[in-house]
């Protein structure tokens, strides 16, 4: 995985099995199980570029 280069590794899998497969990979990184799909629901405002810092 990427944390011997300095990257922080997140993995996100529905998948109890692929997610021991990277742990047993990657102990440090940091895994969840859960599915990843955007939950129904209203849309989630964006964030624009074009602010400006006061």
Same mark, same amino acid.
């Given at each position: 995985?990427? $944390? ?16 021991? &497969? ?11 199980? &859960?599915? &990843? ?13 074009? &602010?400006? $810092?006061?």
């Amino acid at each position: 995985m990427r $944390s011997p280069h300095g990257v922080a590794v997140t993995g996100l899998d529905p998948t109890p099995t692929l997610i021991e &497969a990277a742990r047993a990979r990657d102990p440090q990184g940091t895994y969840m199980e &859960a599915p &990843a799909q955007r939950p129904q629901g209203p849309p989630t405002p964006s964030i624009s570029s074009s &602010a400006t $810092s006061v």
